[in-house]
């Protein structure tokens, strides 16, 4: 069980590994390189993290928490399609706030890692599971209100919706623009509203 102080500390060595590694790359950021960011021995970053795949497993999980808490709090209302346009304007916004610079923390880890760390590969499908699953949680809200047709699948549509924002989040990035990311995003969300049976939400 870890004092205040260490959790602090290990929050601290996390954060600061986030960042290297979203700057650098994974394979770019050594654990000396950690311990210089944060002014922390190699004893005190063992007693942490046994190895870098922990400490990378640790990064994984705060940008995780850090990507679904930007998206707040549109991302815990998502009960109608307008309230799915509010957060599609508040992901275009970050990014656009941004200069879409640095993509998505996720998406980058996946790019870098899903080949080759199994471990790193698991925690990332598990992190854009979670995702979904705010998503699909407000589809089925709307499923269970009548709003959105029985017949429709909303772990389907959480899933194009999660894949929409990736592949456009990635577009973003490469062209220094949010046209893509609206783009997909937009298609996407006809994608659910083919399927409302509340022709007032349209």
């Known amino acids: 069980m870890l004092t205040a102080r260490g959790r602090a500390t290990r929050e601290r060595i996390v954060a600061a590994a986030a960042e290297l590694m979203h700057e650098r790359g994974v394979a770019g950021t050594s654990l000396d390189d950690v311990r210089a960011a944060t002014g922390t021995s ?61 993509g998505c923390p996720l998406g980058r880890l996946a790019g870098e890692l899903v080949e080759s760390d199994p471990s ?24 269970a209100r009548g709003e959105l047709a029985g017949g429709a699948d909303p772990e389907e549509l959480a899933l194009g919706l999660l894949a929409a ?23 996407a969300l006809a994608g659910v509203a083919v399927h409302l049976v509340v022709s007032g939400d349209r």
């Open 120 to 143: 790193a590969r698991a925690d990332l499908v598990a992190g854009f599971g979670e995702w979904r699953e705010h998503l699909a949680v407000g589809l089925r809200a709307m499923q």
């Open 42 to 102: 190699k004893s005190q970053l063992y007693h942490y993290f046994a190895d870098k795949a922990a400490l990378v497993g640790a990064v994984i999980g705060r940008q995780v928490g850090q990507v679904l808490q930007v998206q707040q709090p549109e991302l815990d209302d998502l009960g109608s399609l307008a309230a799915l346009r509010r957060w599609r304007d508040r992901v275009v916004e970050v990014n656009r706030h941004t200069g879409c610079v640095g």
């Open 165 to 187: 924002a990736q592949g456009g989040l990635l577009l973003a990035q490469t062209h220094r623009s949010v046209e893509p990311l609206e783009a997909a995003l937009d298609l």
